[in-house]
């Protein structure tokens, strides 16, 4: 695959953030597919779950930029790590952790003001509502709206794709019901509600575990939740 291949409908970037985007999917796409394939489908399902949420377009361009890069900072991951079959070791889990800020990092070092931005988003997808996350520990809406999008497109494709460390893939439903299992605790409630409502049929007490949702400045109300 060409980085050109990877990204067929993104021409609306700026010419450095498209050519930037290019360059370190081919990278990735050297390094390790998986990662890549992962990244694609998380960028798709992150605009779309930006489009529910209501965000402008402005915004979904930047989540949906972040979402494709998410994953960069794990080329500073030995290989050895991302693939091993069974459970990580302390040091393996320290040596993951760093993927966030490393690959914040490095997009935040280009030239290019867009890709400066989406750098936040990446440094904090993996930060938990409830606090629990890393690597800031960062909770609720001390996280950005865009970074708890893709925190829930992320995991969502993780659960539903092969995995060295997990036997079988969970079906569609089996993901959705995980997610809505853990919203209010690793996902802002209100982003699982509307990712999975927009799925389909939601898992038996969805609706109280969204009542539980913190409201912000630019927090729009999604168009259909039932």
């Known amino acids: 695959m060409f980085a050109e291949d990877a990204l067929p409908h993104w ?41 529910w949420m209501g965000l402008s377009s402005s915004r979904i361009r ?11 900072g794990k080329l500073g991951v030995p290989p050895q790590i991302l693939c091993k079959e069974g459970p990580l070791t302390p040091e393996e889990k320290r040596k993951i952790k760093i993927h966030p800020e490393f690959g914040a990092r490095l997009i935040a070092s280009l030239p290019c003001q867009l890709l400066k931005q989406v750098a936040r988003t990446i ?7 409830d606090g629990g ?15 708890r999008i893709l925190a829930v497109a992320d995991t969502f ?13 969970l079906t569609m439903e089996e993901a959705k019901k995980e997610i809505m299992k853990n919203a ?14 927009h799925f389909g049929q939601l898992p038996n007490g969805a609706q109280q575990v969204a009542c539980r949702e913190v409201r912000e400045p630019g927090y729009e109300q999604p168009e259909r939740l039932s």
């Open 184 to 197: 209010g605790t690793q996902f802002d409630p209100l982003v699982a509600l509307t990712f999975v409502t």
């Open 123 to 129: 440094e904090q997808h993996h930060e938990r509502w």
């Open 133 to 147: 996350g890393f690597p800031k520990g960062l909770k609720q809406t001390e996280i950005m709206l865009e970074a």
């Open 11 to 51: 021409t609306y970037w700026d010419t450095v953030a498209t050519e930037a985007a290019s360059n370190i999917v081919w990278i990735i796409a050297t390094q390790n597919i998986e990662t890549l394939d992962h990244m694609l489908r998380v960028a798709d399902l992150a605009r779309t779950l930006g489009g």
């Open 62 to 72: 930047a989540l949906e930029l972040a979402a494709l890069l998410h994953d960069i």
């Open 157 to 169: 494709d993780a659960l539903t794709s092969p995995r060295p460390y997990r036997a079988e893939p």
